[in-house]
């Protein structure tokens, strides 16, 4: 997206920013708005409004969602373009409910419903920073077109309702004050629910399966709940305070996708005492266990090679036609993570076994790390393994079938045996995720309201025309 390499604050400012204790009134604006900037950090703002390598937060990004796609806004201090005219009660009313300068209603792949969360001086302090720490980029952002009726954003008044907690949050006096300051930053800031809470039948992240993973376009946001069996339960703070900095932990689990772009653009430049804040509160979300899930995912597999099998052996018809998941794999991935699947002595190439992509009941982020790849830059360097899901004339491209074969071959030797790649599932990885059915309800419960009031209007056409018929009857003449 962009670097932060040259950011760097005060250590008064930073203490201030950790322990959420400064008074806004209390700081010089230059302190306001480095608060604001590590705010901002801290909520992910250039991961969704910086396209990678445009103008900072100029906004452009298309995000894929189940209904179609959305543009990310330009949020600069554009007056054109921009927020530039937007006074401090309207860019906390487009933060904190979704409602933008026009009055027209944000939809909620702005995380507007964990914004809400943010306190009147964190606001403060982020409307300072975007007015006055932010360069104007007076280009505009693509306007985003969504398909009859989502394109009525007056349906998002509904929304808001029904799911916007609509409130700042506040200090839960029972628990300590770095717990505290973890779910603030992991239900608000962070907006950590976003991705790992399943969603419902109107996109609203379903009541009582907090952070129990779930789908995000083609990647699967795994369950993080203290659960030691499905979640992240047999973690300590040490190593989930390291996974959020570096984006991996050796033997356990790698970034990618959009966690790795949050490890990229915002986890690995938190304070110390707010890494530690969340990995505290998090360890301590009620556990919820997947169905029918004996072993954790961190645990599957072991090293094993069929290379002996098919060495020295040819074939008649061409590789691409007869391939086995395991030649696909030697072709194609032992050359990095090594013959057995092991990886590198280093960690930096992983090893395929005791891996959460490929120990996990959900086989869409083993499927979608071979179709995209990864590519993650930390302080500790690039992290980057090529995709194989390009166009067919590409040298490594895989086919749908090729790609269901190494799948299966990396499933049934390193980890998690009960489940099957399908072509549907490569297929639907591919193609950025599952669509939603939302759009085709919508529309068949609005035809639905219509037939309803026009039957209504029928029948009141009839009874008033029967009313009128025996108030003009004809008297008897004598």
Same mark, same amino acid.
């Given at each position: 997206?962009?670097?932060?390499?040259?950011?760097?604050?005060?250590? &008064?400012?930073?203490?201030?920013?950790?322990?959420?204790?400064?008074?806004?009134?209390?700081?010089?604006?230059?302190?306001?708005?480095?608060?604001?900037?590590?705010?901002?950090?801290?909520?992910?703002? &250039?991961?969704?409004?910086?396209?990678?390598?445009?103008?900072?937060?100029?906004?452009?990004?298309?995000?894929?969602?189940?209904?179609?796609?959305?543009?990310?806004?330009?949020?600069?201090?554009?007056?054109?373009?921009?927020?530039?005219?937007?006074?401090?009660? $309207?860019?906390?009313?487009?933060?904190?409910?979704? !409602?933008?300068?026009?009055?027209?209603?944000?939809?909620?792949?702005?995380?507007?419903?964990?914004?809400?969360?943010?306190?009147?001086?964190?606001?403060?302090?982020?409307?300072?920073?975007?007015?006055?720490?932010?360069?104007?980029?007076?280009?505009?952002?693509?306007?985003?077109?969504?398909?009859?009726?989502?394109?009525?954003?007056?349906?998002?008044?509904?929304?808001?309702?029904?799911?916007?907690?609509?409130?700042?949050?506040?200090?839960?006096?029972?628990?300590?004050?770095?717990?505290?300051?973890?779910?603030?930053?992991?239900?608000?800031?962070?907006?950590?629910?976003?991705?790992?809470?399943?969603?419902?039948? *109107?996109?609203?992240?379903?009541?009582?399966?907090?952070?129990?993973?779930?789908?995000?376009?083609?990647?699967?946001?795994?369950?993080?709940?203290?659960?030691?069996?499905?979640?992240?339960?047999?973690?300590?703070?040490?190593?989930?305070?390291?996974?959020?900095?570096?984006?991996?932990?050796?033997?356990?689990?790698?970034?990618?996708?959009?966690?790795?772009?949050?490890?990229?653009?915002?986890?690995?430049?938190?304070?110390?005492?707010? *890494?530690?804040?969340? &990995?505290?509160?998090?360890?301590?979300?009620?556990?919820?266990?997947?169905?029918?899930?004996?072993?954790?995912?961190?645990?599957?597999?072991?090293?094993?090679?069929?290379?002996?099998?098919?060495?020295?052996?040819?074939?008649?018809?061409?590789?691409?036609?007869?391939?086995?998941?395991?030649?696909?794999?030697?072709?194609?991935?032992?050359?990095?993570?090594?013959?057995?699947?092991?990886?590198?002595?280093?960690?930096?190439?992983?090893?395929?076994?005791?891996?959460?992509?490929?120990?996990?009941?959900?086989?869409?982020?083993?499927?979608?790390?071979? *179709?995209?790849?990864?590519?993650?830059?930390?302080?500790?360097?690039?992290?980057?393994?090529?995709?194989?899901?390009?166009?067919?004339?590409?040298?490594?491209?895989?086919?749908?079938?090729?790609?269901?074969?190494?799948?299966?071959?990396?499933?049934?030797?390193?980890?998690?045996?009960?489940?099957?790649?399908?072509?549907? !599932?490569?297929?639907?990885?591919? $193609?950025?995720?599952?669509?939603?059915?939302? !759009?085709?309800?919508?529309?068949?419960?609005?035809?639905?309201?219509?037939?309803?009031?026009?039957?209504?209007?029928?029948?009141? *056409?009839?009874?008033?025309?029967?009313?009128?018929?025996?108030?003009?009857?004809?008297?008897?003449?004598?």
């Amino acid at each position: 997206m962009y670097s932060f390499k040259s950011w760097v604050m005060n250590s &008064a400012v930073v203490m201030c920013v950790a322990s959420g204790t400064c008074v806004a009134g209390e700081q010089p604006q230059t302190d306001l708005i480095a608060r604001g900037k590590y705010l901002s950090i801290a909520s992910d703002c &250039a991961a969704c409004h910086t396209v990678k390598g445009g103008a900072e937060f100029a906004g452009g990004l298309a995000i894929v969602s189940p209904v179609g796609k959305i543009f990310a806004s330009n949020i600069t201090p554009s007056n054109s373009a921009g927020i530039g005219l937007y006074s401090e009660g $309207q860019f906390s009313s487009a933060l904190r409910k979704g !409602i933008r300068r026009d009055g027209a209603n944000l939809y909620p792949a702005m995380p507007y419903a964990s914004y809400s969360a943010l306190s009147d001086v964190d606001i403060k302090a982020l409307y300072a920073y975007f007015k006055d720490g932010v360069k104007a980029v007076d280009t505009p952002a693509p306007k985003t077109s969504l398909p009859f009726p989502m394109n009525i954003r007056m349906s998002m008044k509904a929304w808001n309702l029904l799911f916007l907690p609509g409130r700042p949050m506040k200090d839960d006096p029972g628990q300590s004050s770095e717990w505290n300051r973890g779910r603030y930053l992991v239900e608000g800031a962070a907006h950590c629910a976003e991705c790992h809470t399943p969603r419902g039948l *109107l996109m609203q992240k379903k009541s009582g399966s907090a952070m129990s993973g779930g789908l995000v376009g083609a990647w699967y946001a795994p369950n993080i709940t203290s659960d030691p069996i499905s979640g992240i339960g047999i973690w300590s703070n040490t190593e989930l305070v390291e996974y959020l900095r570096t984006g991996k932990l050796h033997g356990k689990a790698q970034a990618a996708g959009s966690m790795a772009e949050a490890v990229e653009d915002s986890f690995q430049y938190l304070t110390d005492q707010d *890494l530690s804040a969340i &990995a505290t509160y998090i360890r301590r979300v009620p556990a919820i266990n997947d169905e029918g899930e004996s072993n954790n995912r961190f645990s599957q597999g072991k090293a094993s090679s069929e290379t002996a099998v098919f060495r020295g052996v040819t074939s008649s018809t061409s590789l691409e036609e007869t391939a086995t998941g395991a030649q696909l794999f030697q072709g194609n991935c032992a050359s990095c993570h090594l013959d057995k699947a092991q990886g590198t002595r280093d960690g930096y190439y992983p090893s395929l076994f005791h891996n959460s992509a490929t120990g996990s009941i959900n086989a869409n982020n083993l499927v979608a790390t071979i *179709l995209n790849g990864v590519d993650r830059t930390t302080t500790k360097g690039q992290v980057y393994m090529p995709g194989f899901g390009g166009k067919p004339a590409d040298l490594n491209a895989l086919s749908d079938t090729q790609i269901v074969s190494l799948a299966n071959y990396i499933l049934s030797n390193y980890g998690q045996l009960s489940v099957k790649v399908t072509s549907e !599932i490569v297929a639907t990885v591919r $193609q950025g995720g599952p669509a939603s059915n939302l !759009i085709l309800w919508a529309r068949i419960g609005m035809a639905g309201g219509a037939l309803i009031v026009v039957l209504l209007g029928v029948w009141w *056409l009839r009874r008033r025309s029967r009313s009128r018929t025996k108030g003009t009857a004809s008297f008897p003449t004598s």
